[in-house]
């Protein structure tokens, strides 16, 4: 996936960066090597918000809120994950009806 990190009232360092590019990894197998996603980070308060967009054949998005950033992108990704196996498993219903 080629994805795009936008930070609002947010600093991600290079490590984190890192970490969250590593993670998102996971998706390649879902989505294609050339599929856009947009990752965008933002601080509410106490809290840390983090919104993940892939614009595949059928669009997805998740997004977390939490008082750490590393537990939402854990949080994120399960929720694509589910997202893209719901659309995959109604694809196949309706080629085998």
Do not use: W
Request: with cysteine; charged share 35%; proline share 3%.
């Amino acid at each position: 996936m080629k994805i795009e990190i936008v930070c609002r009232d947010y600093h991600a360092d290079e490590k984190q960066t890192a970490l969250f590019l590593k993670k998102l990894k996971r998706l390649d197998k879902y989505f294609g090597a050339e599929t856009p996603a947009r990752l965008a980070l933002r601080t509410e308060g106490g809290q840390y918000g983090m919104e993940l967009t892939v614009q595949g054949a059928q669009p997805a998005r998740a997004e977390a809120e939490s008082t750490d950033m590393n537990k939402n992108i854990d949080l994120i990704i399960p929720r694509i994950t589910r997202q893209f196996r719901k659309e995959h498993t109604k694809t196949i219903a309706k080629r085998e009806q």
